[in-house]
């Protein structure tokens, strides 16, 4: 795993906001994936599905590293399950904070999909909301597209009237779904992700603004696929999702950010009848809990797991990997590490719970309409930080 220490000033923010070239400070890939991420270790308290997310002992047939150097993260699709308990499944974070001034690439070749599913890969601050929430993917049961969201406190608002290629959903990112964004590109989520052999999101986390692109397989750009030590953006043209610096202050509203992969059951967005019956057929209370989740669930959950090729943050400057208070987390860079699929990664009771997601996906408000958004506004951003 690669890791260089960190720093947060203004004048690295600066740079930051017309930085085209990021430099590589932490890497999640092949036998070292699970180094230095968190397992919850508790019941979904968060999103009330009906799940009990796995500590690392517990792990082992459900957080790993298969024969290819890919990361799986699954439901369990094995045990049997009694009537009114929760089904084994897997939420972690990284132990890491990521500063403005990042960049995510996440490379997957299958996403959780299937009734009674909903998985998600996103951020969050220390303190949630107040240090805000990214979700870079996220969608529920059979949706065929990924729904991206903001999640912060009064403030934060999406802007319009650009040339953007998602679809706005709310505009305000305070309410209980978030300022959300629809993927228009084809074959981004469930079974068609699956069959196109899967693609790549990147997220700029920036003073500018915040940034999401996606490329299926086949048109992943060659900045991200030749890119080991560093990247470079300035060729990837307008995002799926944007939100401006013009209509969001990020340093304001977010501070430095985790990673997190999950996948609950049911709960506040896939289990409502009406969200659950719209592609699952079934508007009956209580039905994606009773037809999926209790007995065996062997052919529900056969596509309920990530496949992960990698996960790579890069900055501006090499610094941006940080503890929770924004001290450095680490003194030098290293390689990916090479131990055991879960080793290094420490064992939650539900550590992270005061820092929870309350997804965009908990609430059901999500009609889209079309929006984009602009790099300008970089002035008032940081001077609204100078103050």
């Not at 669930?297 to 996960?311: D, H, R, S, V």
Request: net charge negative; aromatic share 12%.
């Amino acid at each position: 795993m690669k890791s260089i220490h960190a720093f947060a000033t203004l004048a690295a923010l600066v740079s930051g906001a017309f930085a085209a070239n990021f430099t590589l400070v932490q890497e999640y890939s092949d036998t070292g994936f699970f180094d230095s991420w968190t397992f919850y270790g508790n019941y979904d308290n968060l999103t009330n599905g009906d799940v009990t997310y796995v500590n690392q002992t517990n792990a082992t047939g459900l957080a790993y590293v298969d024969s290819s150097g890919h990361a799986i993260i699954k439901v369990d699709n094995t045990s049997f399950v009694p009537y009114n308990d929760k089904r084994n499944s897997v939420r972690i974070t990284t132990n890491d904070y990521f500063e403005v001034g990042t960049v995510w690439v996440i490379d997957a070749l299958h996403l959780p999909f299937g009734c009674s599913v909903w998985p998600s890969i996103w951020t969050k601050g220390n303190n949630w909301p107040s240090n805000g929430e990214i979700d870079i993917i996220e969608g529920v049961n059979l949706m065929t597209y990924n729904q991206m969201a903001l999640h912060t406190e009064p403030g934060c608002l999406a802007a319009n009237g650009t040339d953007e290629t998602g679809q706005q959903g709310g505009g305000d990112c305070s309410v209980p779904a978030g300022c959300t964004v629809i993927e228009n590109t084809p074959n981004n989520y469930g079974q068609a992700f699956a069959d196109n052999g899967g693609g790549v999101w990147a997220t700029q986390f920036d003073v500018t603004g915040i940034y999401i692109w996606f490329w299926g397989r086949a048109n992943i750009p060659p900045s991200i696929t030749t890119a080991t030590d560093s990247i470079d953006i300035s060729s990837w043209g307008s995002p799926s999702a944007a939100w401006p610096a013009t209509s969001c202050n990020i340093p304001q509203f977010f501070g430095a950010q985790q990673l997190v992969i999950d996948i609950t059951l049911c709960g506040d967005w896939a289990g409502v009848p009406s969200v659950y019956a719209a592609t699952c057929g079934d508007a009956s209370t209580g039905a994606c809990y009773l037809d999926n989740v209790i007995n065996n669930g062997t052919a529900q959950y056969a596509n309920a797991y990530f496949e992960l090729n990698y996960i790579r943050a890069f900055a501006i400057n090499s610094t941006v990997v940080v503890n929770a208070d924004g001290s450095p987390a680490s003194s030098g860079a290293g390689t990916p590490s090479s131990t055991a699929s879960t080793s290094g990664a420490s064992t939650s009771g539900g550590a992270d719970a005061a820092g929870g997601k309350n997804s965009g996906a908990a609430a059901l408000a999500r009609s889209p309409a079309v929006w984009v958004a602009v790099a300008a506004g970089a002035v008032g951003a940081l001077g609204a930080m100078a103050l």
